[in-house]
């Protein structure tokens, strides 16, 4: 297959994969759009090197130069966001249709924005399934209020302390990841709307992450924010900010749980 563009080097990729065996066939070439941020944690190299392995090819495609002058590509990987890009990416997957666009931008645009986000897990209307699948009572603060007037909407809400503050934009910059825990609501007039607020749910410290990528469901635990006990919450005042709760690096695999607690949890996976 012809190809037009900076091909991942693979110089730093000299890590084998156990059991992979070199590609000999057609191969797949995946043009990838993607912040310096995703390049760094996805594109690894020993991820690099296993597509490679097995056929597929990771090619950087050049934001100073038109989509459609570049490639021939298979898959176009993406994961920039705002409105110019998304019509780069509309326009060029109408002139491509041979070429598999993950993910076109209307597919995802609810991601982007936490109330929508939730919005499916609500529609699906898991109630009574088996236990109980739900969200957080939240309420958004859209950028037009004033955050002075935010314990007075949260009061109007009839919303419960402590709460969770959450941009409302989800956009992959380390901003977007960002969490606020609010003890009294006085403290959230502190905050930059648009925002998200949401009680806090108890969840002993712990959740599960589950990732679907067709047939296959990978479940992860990590370590979370404790749980907040009345007493706590009479005594402290404040809001508190947590960079990335529950990334990676809090991984709870290898914890040794209260099989007590495994169990409790099983049945308290949240949706955030
Ligand atoms: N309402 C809540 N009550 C208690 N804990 C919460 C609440 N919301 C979020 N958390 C904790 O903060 C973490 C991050 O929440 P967030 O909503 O940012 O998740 P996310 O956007 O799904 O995370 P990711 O960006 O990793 O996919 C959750 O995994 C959970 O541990
Ligand atoms: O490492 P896990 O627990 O899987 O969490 C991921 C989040 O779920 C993703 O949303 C992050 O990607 P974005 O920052 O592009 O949203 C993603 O950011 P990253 O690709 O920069 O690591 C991760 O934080």
Redesign the pocket.
């Known amino acids: 297959m012809r190809l037009n563009g900076e091909i991942s080097s693979g110089e730093d990729e000299k890590e084998k994969q156990p059991g992979t065996t070199t590609f000999s066939g057609q191969k797949v070439v995946v043009g990838y759009a993607l912040t310096s941020k995703k390049k760094k944690s996805f594109l690894q190299p020993s991820f690099t090197s296993l597509a490679r392995n097995k056929g597929i090819i990771f090619v950087a495609v050049d934001l100073k130069k038109p989509l459609p002058e570049q490639g021939p590509f298979d898959i176009i990987l993406h994961k920039l966001s705002g409105e110019e890009w998304d019509d780069i990416i509309e326009d060029y997957r109408q002139k491509h249709p041979e070429v598999t666009v993950l993910d076109p931008p209307d597919a995802i645009r609810h991601l982007h924005n936490r109330q929508s986000m939730l919005q499916d897990v609500v529609d699906l209307n898991l109630s009574d399934c088996h236990g109980k699948v739900s969200i957080?009572r939240q309420l958004v603060i859209t950028k037009e209020k004033d955050p002075s007037s935010i314990p007075y909407e949260v009061t109007k809400a009839g919303m419960k302390l402590p709460l969770?503050a959450?941009p409302l934009v989800?956009d992959g910059t380390a901003k977007s990841?960002e969490?606020f825990l609010a003890y009294d609501e006085f403290s959230l007039s502190e905050l930059e709307p648009p925002l998200v607020l949401?009680?806090?749910?108890n969840?002993g410290g712990l959740?599960f992450k589950i990732y679907v990528v067709g047939e296959t469901i990978k479940v992860v635990r990590r370590f979370?924010?404790p749980n907040i006990s009345k007493r706590e919450l009479s005594k402290v005042a404040g809001v508190f900010r947590f960079p990335r709760?529950?990334?990676a690096a809090a991984s709870a695999d290898d914890a040794d749980l209260d099989p007590n607690i495994a169990v409790t949890l099983h049945f308290q996976m949240?949706y955030?």
């Open positions: 957080p969770v959450k989800v990841h969490l949401q009680e806090f749910v969840h959740l979370s924010l709760v529950s990334c949240i955030t």
